[in-house]
């Protein structure tokens, strides 16, 4: 196996001791096994932009915002600091995320550091050691797919909670180990305050899970959990704890017009006849 020149500086540097085996080559990282003081752990190679294959980056970027503000003006300006500033940012997304959602009571890998376009995390394992499953790769029984689409439902809450969506959830990146999914893979992940399309994705991403989920468990696809909690999302009345039902009924009656006039009408000839009692009062 080649080794990654970026994890030979890792080597030099002493951050990890071995680089044991390649795990995956995905759109926008490759991931390897790796020995760390004696600690197995997953090493994400972020590609450069030239190689990576994720589409419409600009659409999930939408609204991030940068608190360096000579930073900020060289990425709007797109010069060469600008673009190199922009990746830089969208390498370092993902750290910060892991960190903010695993407070969150997300269950995330933890993350342990973060160098030269490297993210040294934790490689999750099942209780005999092996790497974690993808959902993709495996096939469960109705009881645990409801169970582990509610546990979702409430993961995808919290990230709300934090203002933030993953934007490309689905079972390619979401792992499964003795306790459970993992939610992986956050390199595009949105934020929900600034982004146009957030509410469209935050749908594709409820959607995706319920549709893997459904194939164990047929009556999850009639749940509402996305509207549900988007709904409470937009009255600011979403928190991490929420008990959620899956149900959801919208309002779809329409406003009575004419008696919305009538009573509006009736509303100025009061105020009229009132504006006329204070004239007549001032003229005796």
């Not at 600008?82 to 370092?92: L, N, P, R, T, Y």
């Not at 790769?137 to 689409?149: C, L, V």
């Not at 957030?198 to 549709?211: E, G, I, S």
Request: glycine fraction near 4%.
């Amino acid at each position: 196996m080649k080794t990654p020149a970026v994890l030979d500086k890792l080597i030099e540097y002493g951050l990890i001791d071995e680089v044991l085996y390649s795990l995956m080559s995905g759109k926008e990282a490759d991931v390897f096994v790796v020995k760390a003081k004696d600690q197995i752990q997953c090493a994400k190679v972020y590609k450069e932009a030239q190689f990576r294959s994720f589409k419409k980056a600009v659409t999930y970027q939408e609204g991030r915002s940068t608190r360096n503000s000579r930073r900020a003006r060289a990425i709007e300006k797109g010069s060469a600091f600008g673009k190199q500033q922009q990746e830089s940012d969208w390498q370092q997304t993902e750290y910060n995320t892991l960190h903010q959602l695993k407070n969150a009571g997300v269950r995330v890998p933890q993350a342990y550091m973060f160098i030269d376009g490297v993210l040294l995390m934790e490689l999750v394992t099942t209780e005999d050691g092996e790497v974690a499953p993808r959902l993709n790769d495996i096939a469960m029984d109705a009881e645990q797919a409801i169970e582990d689409h509610y546990v979702m439902m409430v993961y995808v809450m919290r990230m709300l909670c934090e203002g933030l969506i993953h934007g490309d959830l689905s079972q390619f990146n979401v792992l499964a180990d003795d306790y459970g999914p993992v939610v992986i893979d956050f390199p595009q992940v949105v934020n929900a305050a600034g982004n146009q399309q957030a509410q469209a994705l935050f749908n594709r991403d409820v959607k995706n899970m319920t549709d893997y989920y459904a194939q164990f468990a047929p009556e999850l696809a009639q749940t509402q959990y996305a509207k549900e909690i988007w709904h409470h999302f937009e009255k600011a009345q979403l928190h991490k704890d929420l008990t959620l039902t899956g149900e959801f009924e919208s309002d779809d009656s329409e406003a009575d017009v004419d008696s919305v006039m009538l009573e509006i009408k009736a509303a100025l000839e009061e105020e009229n006849e009132r504006i006329l009692r204070m004239s007549d009062d001032l003229d005796d």
